[in-house]
């Protein structure tokens, strides 16, 4: 990159700093004097102590990056806030516009639609943003079109920006608000896919980025576990050194994968409703947290032989390194539960755009009520999804109200797209809108986001492959290092030329006292325990599940490493034999 596109980034990040500064919700005048001021007071101190102190050399450089850091955190502050804003915004995008696109086809003024939106607590900044708008209306009386114009140029993200102008454009030329929305849909399912999958690949460049790094790394550790025998160096302070980096560049992964991937929640959990589904996912938690501790209670009580009888059990015939995985592995039982109740909640999801397009066509032609309709729907084969629609169709049939009826549907379902899309097909339904217009708009929207979801899945797929893959060739190269550090730390070189010239020659050339083996290998035990929890984090983070599901990867990843661990050090023992 050359000098002047250098300087032109760096003058394109001032500028967008210097902006966020007026684009922040927290007024310039009090953020800087209050919060700037002081981040620049501390920088000043923390140079005045380093210049003061009398200490080492390095802990007096880093006493001022302390404070570098924290003034630099302050003067970027604002531009994380607005664009913290921005994401927050386009996360929920386009579940925002499909429902403003419902209520639009009902019969409620243009206004109303707006109100009930700002409304939507849970659409975050998007509701606050258009709760202005409406306070435009209402209390300054401006009129919509020039409320909406105002207030695109002053919304941090460009999609939302776009529509309010394209809005204001439209609505002051006398289009309505439903024809508008209906013609932004295609628009809007194109952009939203293409953003999606534009996601999807630079998550892609990011796999082989971790590959890469994880690889540079490895390389890294095994290093730090061998040189120190040529170069007299404290192994165990390097191996600790390269083990924090490596936590440090897994965990920036870590955000950076979450920061990229689309945020499309899978599962919907309401608050303050048990289902058998949460009674079973918090019972199996339960359970097998405390199995896993009890095994670690109990082989430990066996190892140190605490218990009367211990000592009689053939534990140390166990080799170290599966210590952990066997007492990690009641943790599948959770794993397996939230592994199975996800597989249904994406199998309900496959299924649910053709239920609601056939209720709401059925209820079009019919003219009836949704509790007639369903009576018949519910004897359709509509796989995992049937059960739910048919206790739906038993609560409306006992004249149990129509929302508590949807709530209970959408709460044994377990899926946070049905649950949007139904309280959305609830409320047109109520507000008069046509059940099949309604019904076709959602199917259509679900049917794309399921289908963008498949290609994540393969996407996280794939991942899954190279997380597995890179688990068992680290592992390969942590114990090969160590083990050929531990053999050639007991090699006898004072050969009889060496003791000519001088007694310690042999160990001038290899440093061997250096070495804590039992310490070097509980270190790499803890990489191995770093490497499956982090890794398993970011299949989750990947693919966009519940975090329970991870119980297996963290376990399998366990099990992966300790059993390559393990046969490495059998093969190294039983191929590299050395005569001195």
């Known amino acids: 990159m050359s000098i002047a596109e250098n300087a032109s980034l760096a003058a394109n990040l001032s500028k967008s700093i210097i902006q966020s500064y007026d684009e922040m919700e927290l007024p310039t005048k009090i953020y800087v004097p209050f919060v700037l001021g002081p981040a620049f007071l501390i920088l000043l101190g923390t140079v005045v102590a380093a210049i003061v102190l009398d200490a080492f050399l390095l802990v007096r450089l880093l006493i001022p990056v302390f404070g570098l850091l924290i003034f630099a955190s302050a003067l970027g502050y604002p531009r994380l806030a607005v664009d913290s804003r921005r994401i927050e915004m386009e996360n929920r995008f386009h579940l925002f516009v499909i429902h ?21 607590e849970e659409y975050g900044e998007l509701a606050r943003e258009f709760q202005r ?10 009129s919509l079109g020039e409320a909406c114009r105002r207030r695109a140029s002053e919304v941090p993200s460009e999609s939302v920006s776009d529509l309010l102008e394209r809005m204001a454009y439209t609505l002051g030329a006398g289009q309505g608000l439903d024809d508008f929305l209906l013609q932004e849909q295609e628009v809007l399912i194109d952009k939203y896919s293409t953003a999606y999958r534009q996601s999807l690949s630079n998550l892609d460049v990011l796999k082989d980025l971790y590959l890469a790094m994880i690889i540079s790394m490895t390389f890294a550790l095994v290093f730090a576990v061998v040189l120190p025998l040529l170069t007299g160096n404290d192994p165990t302070l390097t191996v600790a050194l390269v083990i924090v980096l490596f936590l440090f560049v897994q965990l920036g992964f870590t955000f950076v994968i979450k920061a990229i991937v689309p945020d499309d929640p899978i599962w919907y959990l309401e608050d303050g409703y048990r289902t058998f589904r949460k009674k079973l996912l918090l019972i199996s938690t339960v359970v097998g947290v405390a199995l896993s501790m009890i095994f670690i209670v109990v082989m430990t009580l066996i190892f140190f032989e605490l218990i009367p009888g211990s000592e009689h059990v053939p534990i140390r015939a166990i ?51 949704t509790t007639e309709v369903l009576s018949s729907l519910r004897k359709k084969d509509f796989g995992p999804l049937t059960d739910s629609i048919d206790d739906l169709y038993r609560r409306l049939n006992m004249r149990l109200s129509t929302e508590e009826s949807w709530r209970y549907f959408t709460g044994d379902v377990g899926s ?47 991942l899954i492959g190279v997380i597995y893959g890179i688990t068992a060739a680290s592992s390969f190269a942590f114990f090969i290092g160590l083990e050929l550090a531990i053999m050639m730390s007991g090699f006898d070189i004072a050969t009889q030329g060496a003791a000519e010239v001088g007694p310690n020659v042999g160990a001038q050339l290899i440093h061997t006292e250096q070495y804590d083996i039992l310490m ?40 992966l490493g300790a059993i390559t661990g393990a046969i490495t050090q059998r093969l190294i023992d039983a191929l590299i034999v050395v005569d001195l």
């Open 100 to 120: 403003m696109t419902i209520l639009s086809t009902t019969n409620i003024d243009r206004m109303e639609v707006l109100r009930k939106l700002a409304a939507e």
């Open 416 to 462: 946070f797209l049905i649950q949007k899309f139904s309280e959305m097909y609830l409320v047109g339904r109520d507000m008069g809108g046509s059940p099949k217009k309604l019904g076709e708009l959602i199917s259509k929207n679900m049917s794309e986001i399921v289908n963008l979801r498949e290609e994540r899945k393969q996407q996280t797929t794939t």
């Open 520 to 559: 070097l290998r509980y270190l790499i035990i803890l990489v191995l325990i770093f490497n499956a929890f982090i890794s398993s984090m970011v299949i989750r983070v990947s693919d966009g599940g519940h975090f329970g599901n991870s119980y297996i990867h963290f376990t399998a990843l366990l099990w």
């Open 133 to 142: 708008v409406v306070d435009l209306v209402d209390i300054w009386h401006m």
């Open 319 to 369: 080799p170290l390194l599966m210590y952990m995985p066997i007492a990690t592995s009641p943790l599948l039982i959770p794993g397996f539960v939230f592994w199975y109740h996800e597989r249904q909640v994406f199998n309900r999801d496959r299924e649910f755009p053709n239920f609601i397009r056939a209720l709401g066509a059925s209820e079009s032609a019919k003219q009836s009520t």
